[in-house]
């Protein structure tokens, strides 16, 4: 019904930059927050950073200073650029999306299936 799809992924040296995008397709009838998450090799899914309709932003202290949010609500698209790229941000990045699929619809949360980024040194 709801699809996320990420585009962006790649390989990059120290201190390039990358820039994801998300689309959101399907029977959407409103979407609240949406984001970006990351999961390294033998880690955790993290956080790296949301944004709500009305633009507030909420980053990981590690990426601060260095990656964008940025949202498109007449396309259903979110953007992340990153900047000053370290080792460290080497991951699976994951698309996030809380949506609604009918009027008076439970809020829903939904995944895309991950991009890469590698960072080399």
């Known amino acids: 019904q709801v699809q996320l799809v990420e585009s962006g992924g790649g390989k990059v040296q120290a201190g390039g930059s990358l820039r994801l995008s998300c689309a959101a397709s399907?029977?959407?009838?409103?979407?609240?927050?949406m984001g970006w998450y990351r999961q390294a090799p033998g880690k955790q899914r993290e956080l790296v950073v949301t944004v709500t309709t009305d633009g507030t932003t909420n980053y990981a202290e590690s990426v601060k200073g260095r990656f964008s949010i940025s949202r498109d609500n007449a396309k259903n698209m979110v953007y992340l650029q990153m900047n000053s790229l370290k080792q460290e941000d080497t991951a699976l990045y994951y698309c996030?999306?809380?949506?609604?699929?009918?009027?008076?619809?439970?809020?829903?949360?939904?995944w895309g299936q991950g991009t890469q980024v590698t960072v080399s040194s």
């Open positions: 399907g029977r959407i009838f409103i979407i609240n927050a």
């Open positions: 996030n999306a809380q949506i609604r699929t009918g009027l008076g619809y439970q809020w829903d949360e939904y």
